[in-house]
Structure formats: C-alpha cells, structure tokens
C-alpha cells in the first residue's frame, strides 16, 4: 500500500510564475490537508479538504493560493504569482476519516520543497 | 482554541541516556494528543498517540509518552537514546471541532556518541 505521494519533490520558480503541488493520498483515505513548512519552523496548517470540497481553507493566504481534490486525481495546492517568501516546503498528508471521529492519525507525504528566485 | 506548547527549541542528550522531550497542551474537553518526528529533507512520521485510557503510550522505534491531566502534559521519552534517534520532533493535537492537527513548533533532539 503506497503511502502519501507528493511531486515534484523540488520545484524552482522564478517571481511570477505560478507552482502546482501534486498529492494523492493513502488508498482509501478520503481527507486530505496541506501543511507549509518554513525553513527551522513549525508546520502551519493551511487548508483541509474532502473529495469535491474544502471544508476548511481557515490557514490558505486569502490571494494567490487555492486549492482543490477532485473527484479523480491528485489534490492540487496552486500558487500564483510566486514570490521569495513562498519559498518553503509544503507537505500534504491523508486520513481515513470516520464521521464524528477524530482519533487517527494522519499520514504525511515527504514534502514538496519550492523555491523561488 | 487547541494548543500545544514544546518549551525546548533543542534537547542534547548522551546516547545511552534517557530522553524527554517536553509538551504541554491546552484544549477544551479530552484531549487527542499525537507524537510526530522529521527526519531531515523527509516527511513527518507518526510515533504514537494519545486518546483514551492507559495514560503511558507506547509507540514506535521504542518512544513512549506519559500523558498528564494534572499537569496537561504529554512528554516524549525514551529510556535509552540512540544517535540515530537525532531528529526533529513534533507534539500536535486533534481540534475535534475542524478535525485540523494542530503541530507545536517542534524540538530538536540531538543525540551525541
């Protein structure tokens, strides 16, 4: 059972452009969150989604950043218009969630490292 | 709102020694308390969790976490640190409400030969 799978791993961009961040959760895992990571800090959450749906976006800078989890694919973080301080890496993990429970765990992938010159 | 506090940005410690990594958490209701860690240029990974019953966890690579009300603790320890056990580690708790895992900002475990 492959675990959370993240692309590109590295990604350089320059100011301007905008960076796509691929994630497919575990099989079977129907949650999915993105975390941002600056270099020797914590991991800051930015938004949580279920297939077809954000339903929470409370961390997601309000211009630039979007996110989506379609019905088939990859969760995709967008970022527009890059910037230096976008630099940072960027971690999605997955949970197989049961309604009304909140007891386990979530499952990270190994990042996506971007930056941005 | 949930928290978790990690008061030690680093922690040194001799291998063979015991290790503490410290957590305190701040929540409404029971607490879900997890235990991550990083290694460089990785993922995080889970080492073991909190949710009801025995207050001593055991989880992975021989960590275990003594969980706390009175104190609202959830240390990290290890009897006996390896090298390889050097690494960044992440206390983090489950907001019930919005199901978010809510990370502290991480301690630096450094294991010396």
């Given at each position: 059972?492959?675990?959370?799978?993240?692309?590109?791993?590295?990604?350089?961009?320059?100011?301007?452009q905008?960076?796509?961040?691929?994630c497919?959760?575990?099989k079977?895992?129907?949650?999915?969150?993105?975390?941002?990571?600056?270099?020797?800090?914590?991991?800051?959450?930015?938004?949580?989604?279920?297939?077809?749906?954000i339903?929470d976006?409370?961390?997601m800078?309000?211009?630039?950043?979007?996110?989506e989890?379609?019905?088939?694919g990859?969760?995709?973080?967008?970022?527009?218009q890059?910037?230096?301080?976008?630099?940072?890496?960027?971690?999605?993990?997955?949970?197989?969630?049961?309604?009304?429970?909140?007891?386990?765990?979530?499952?990270?992938?190994?990042?996506?490292?971007?930056?941005v010159? | 709102?949930?928290?978790?506090?990690?008061?030690?940005?680093?922690v040194?410690?001799?291998e063979?020694?015991?290790?503490t990594?410290?957590?305190?958490?701040?929540?409404?209701?029971?607490?879900?308390?997890?235990?991550?860690?990083?290694?460089?240029?990785?993922?995080?990974?889970?080492?073991?969790?909190?949710?009801?019953?025995?207050?001593?966890v055991?989880?992975?690579?021989?960590?275990?976490?003594?969980?706390?009300?009175?104190?609202?603790?959830?240390?990290?320890?290890?009897?006996?640190a390896?090298?390889?056990?050097?690494?960044l580690?992440?206390?983090?708790?489950?907001?019930?409400?919005?199901?978010?895992?809510?990370?502290?900002?991480?301690?630096?475990?450094?294991?010396?030969?």
């Open positions: 059972n492959a675990g959370v799978m993240q692309n590109p791993r590295h990604l350089v961009r320059r100011r301007g905008e960076a796509r961040l691929r497919s959760p575990m079977g895992h129907s949650h999915v969150y993105w975390y941002r990571q600056l270099p020797e800090e914590g991991l800051k959450f930015m938004v949580y989604l279920q297939k077809e749906n339903i976006e409370s961390g800078p309000k211009e630039r950043f979007s996110a989890f379609p019905k088939e990859p969760s995709i973080l967008r970022i527009q890059v910037v230096r301080g976008d630099s940072a890496a960027y971690f999605c993990a997955s949970s197989e969630m049961v309604a009304g429970d909140a007891t386990g765990e979530l499952f990270f992938g190994e990042g996506s490292r971007l930056t010159l | 709102a949930q928290s978790v506090a990690q008061p030690e940005d680093q040194n410690v001799a063979g020694n015991p290790l990594v410290k957590c305190t958490y701040s929540v409404s209701g029971n607490p879900y308390l997890f235990w991550y860690v990083q290694y460089p240029n990785r993922g995080l990974q889970f080492l073991l969790k909190y949710i009801t019953g025995d207050n001593l055991k989880g992975s690579y021989g960590f275990e976490a003594e969980f706390n009300k009175s104190q609202t603790s959830f240390h990290l320890k290890k009897p006996s390896l090298v390889s056990d050097s690494a580690y992440f206390c983090a708790v489950r907001d019930r409400n919005t199901d978010k895992l809510i990370f502290g900002t991480g301690t630096r475990l450094q294991v010396f030969p």
